[in-house]
């Protein structure tokens, strides 16, 4: 954060790939719809199994993943997802009064999480700021 | 504000009835027992002191009828003395029976009226007395037929020749084969003054009777009413003591009960007969009797007043701790509630959220889309972006309003925590904001930020300011005008102070004193259950803190609530002060 020059190198250098997981449709398209215009390269992925899917086809910068859904618990694929690759980061999002979900999910191996529902440019900073620290490692 | 007195006349009735089987039981506990004793005891002693009553007249009469036939015998004897130690030649002379009674009279006693000698035709040849009796003929007399016929007679009472009442003793002698009589008259007055002292009480005395139930004696009383017709025979069947007393007791034909008692003398021919009415011979048990009766009825007055009071205070125990039960049914029945309505906002606060990130994201999704479009000469532009920027506003409150829900109904459990009191006002404050807007009410918070965290139950102070704020809510819906409520706190010498202030209507001073008894409410019958302060208070109670309140009409009212920091003697724990549903209660 504090180095102003790297803030902006993703979105004019490379894209950060971005797996988006949710099973609430209409929520995925259109972050996914919003996202993409901001230039990031969006995977969408409707429930844990077609996340775990996606990352087994191709490697991903970071994760954005409902922790409430339906086919399997958030915290779960979170794990599985950090144990296919861990330099995966992973962007958390919970429904209001989940604080205990959320810091389970950072000890986990989560980078960040936010409460749904969100604002496009806090999730965005926070898919940015994931974005660095995998840069850095 | 009006604050009627929640009548329940069933619940009344319970206690009423309560109370009075609680006072028949203990008084029939207590009395009976108290009774049955002292009856017996009365009874026994009645018995023993009517014995003793009996027993004492009986010697009484017995002692007296000892004397009279003594004094009977010895003057009997007196007569024969003379009659032995003189001549039937020397009694016929007038001056010589003069000079013996005179010696008589000196001798032995006054009794002796007179003194005659009789020969066997009932001609009294000799006479010396106060009355003109020479010559006079006895032969027809009663006392001369039966005198003449035995050695020594005592005669009956009878007026006789002289119209006095008087009685004769006899002595039968031989001169020349023929019969003489030395008779002498004893006085009868002097006779009487024997049984005369044989007085007891108001109505007791003795008579002397002969076997016709003639009085040989002058009876006492003038108007004495004696059936002395068949006393004689009466008395004679009765049974007799082994003394030879005879103790009978009858029912007189004016209803009186009168005791006799009865010794036959004179050879059996006279009875002497005390008689008493018998509630005068026993005037001092029956004044006994009615002292123990006094005390009893006293002791039963002590008790039946003792029942009363004692039933009357544990009853009110009774209702007093019902009214706790009571008290904490409704905390547990609230508490329950609450954790479902919690659940059930949870829900549904969870489920509103997805739609409302998809509505606002969607409109976020269009402004993208007009931001590539060449839109420059659309007039509508503005609108479009003004309406987009509008749902996205909408979208914001929808999330803060279920994140309020959800913060709300997330804390609705009941264990002791560290809780900052400011953090719980501000999240009440925030949930009732939107009730105030309608109710036209701005509600300022005034914090402390230096307060200390305390250990208490956060749903209980939940339930503490939703109860006050909402009470100040409803004391200003009818206020004209914008209504303010203050919430302050501050910290004082180791307290937490926490003032709740609003200026409405206020509370009539009549009822402030009983704002915080249960089930005391000022609002319509179903509207609201009387308990909200007094759960406050209850909640403030198990704190260790207070609760008070100021209020002047239409001026409004102060809660004043004050918590110790330090750890309170009785730790708020329990499950009964739980959390409970927002109560409308002034």
């Known amino acids: 954060m504090s180095n102003h020059s790297t803030r902006h190198a993703p979105t004019h250098g490379e894209q950060i790939r971005l797996l988006l997981v949710d099973d609430e449709v209409g929520y995925l398209n259109v972050l996914a719809n919003r996202l993409g215009k901001r230039r990031l390269d969006v995977v969408k992925a409707r429930s844990g199994c077609e996340a775990i899917q996606a990352v087994r086809r191709q490697d991903f910068d970071v994760a954005v993943l409902d922790l409430l859904m339906e086919d399997m618990d958030g915290i779960e694929v979170l794990k599985i997802l950090k144990k296919m690759d861990p330099d995966l980061k992973v962007v958390m999002l919970t429904g209001h009064g989940s604080e205990k979900a959320s810091k389970e999910g950072m000890r986990c191996g989560a980078s960040d999480y936010l409460t749904k529902p969100c604002e496009l440019e806090e999730l965005l900073e926070k898919i940015r700021e994931a974005y660095r620290q995998k840069q850095r490692t | ?586």
């Open chain 2, 1 to 586: 504000m009006r604050f009627p007195k929640r009548r329940r006349p069933s619940e009344n009735r319970y206690y009423q009835s309560l109370t009075r089987r609680m006072v028949l039981i203990i008084i029939f506990v207590s009395i009976t027992p108290m009774i049955l004793v002292s009856g017996f005891i009365l009874s026994e002693f009645r018995t023993s002191y009517q014995a003793k009553i009996y027993d004492h007249l009986g010697e009484l009469v017995l002692k007296k009828k000892q004397n009279i036939d003594s004094f009977l015998w010895e003057k009997l004897s007196d007569i024969r003395y003379v009659a032995a130690t003189n001549s039937y030649q020397d009694l016929v002379y007038e001056d010589f029976i003069q000079e013996e009674l005179h010696i008589l009279r000196r001798e032995f006693d006054t009794v002796f009226e007179d003194l005659g000698v009789v020969n066997a035709d009932g001609l009294q040849l000799a006479y010396a007395g106060p009355f003109e009796l020479e010559y006079a003929d006895y032969s027809k007399a009663e006392w001369f037929t039966s005198a003449i016929q035995t050695e020594y007679h005592i005669s009956d009472v009878f007026t006789g020749l002289r119209g006095k009442p008087h009685f004769i003793v006899t002595v039968r002698n031989i001169w020349e084969g023929k019969h003489w009589i030395l008779r002498a008259t004893i006085d009868f007055l002097s006779f009487n003054t024997l049984l005369e002292k044989l007085r007891i009480g108001q109505t007791g005395f003795a008579i002397i009777l002969n076997q016709y139930g003639e009085y040989q004696t002058k009876p006492f009383f003038k108007n004495i009413k004696i059936n002395n017709k068949n006393l004689y025979q009466f008395m004679k069947q009765s049974q007799q003591t082994p003394k030879g007393v005879h103790i009978v007791e009858r029912k007189e034909p004016d209803g009186q009960r009168n005791i006799y008692v009865g010794s036959f003398l004179k050879g059996g021919e006279w009875l002497l007969v005390y008689q008493q009415n018998k509630d005068d011979a026993f005037s001092d048990l029956r004044h006994a009797q009615n002292i123990a009766l006094i005390i009893i009825v006293v002791s039963a007055l002590i008790i039946i007043a003792m029942a009363v009071l004692l039933s009357m205070k544990m009853v009110a125990r009774i209702q007093v701790s019902d009214r706790e039960k009571e008290i904490m049914n409704q905390q547990v029945i609230e508490t329950g509630k609450l954790a479902s309505i919690g659940e059930l906002a949870a829900g549904i606060a969870h489920e509103i959220n997805n739609p409302v990130a998809i509505m606002v994201e969607e409109a976020g999704w269009i402004e993208d889309l007009l931001a590539e479009e060449d839109l420059a000469s659309c007039e509508n532009l503005t609108e479009f972006q003004r309406a987009l920027h509008q749902i996205r506003m909408q979208g914001r409150r929808c999330k803060e309003i279920t994140h309020k829900l959800l913060s709300f109904a997330r804390k609705t459990d009941s264990s002791v925590q560290d809780v900052q009191v400011n953090d719980l006002i501000t999240e009440v404050v925030n949930l009732s904001v939107q009730k105030a807007k309608y109710a036209n009410v701005d509600i300022v918070t005034d914090l402390d930020p230096s307060l200390p965290a305390i250990q208490m139950s956060y749903t209980e102070g939940q339930q503490v300011m939703l109860n006050l704020i909402n009470n100040a809510l409803y004391a200003l819906e009818s206020k004209d005008g914008r209504g303010r409520v203050e919430v302050q706190t501050r910290r004082n010498a180791g307290d937490i102070h926490i003032d709740v202030i609003d200026n409405g209507t206020g509370i009539p001073a009549a009822i402030l004193p009983r704002i915080f008894d249960p089930f005391f409410t000022s609002k319509p019958v179903g509207k609201g259950t009387g308990l909200g302060l007094s759960i406050c208070y209850g909640i403030i109670n198990k704190l260790g803190g207070e609760i008070d309140v100021e209020s002047e009409q239409d001026r409004g009212t102060h809660f004043q609530i004050r918590i110790p920091t330090a750890p309170s003697e009785k730790p708020g724990t329990d499950a009964c002060g739980d959390g409970m549903a927002v109560e409308k209660t002034a």
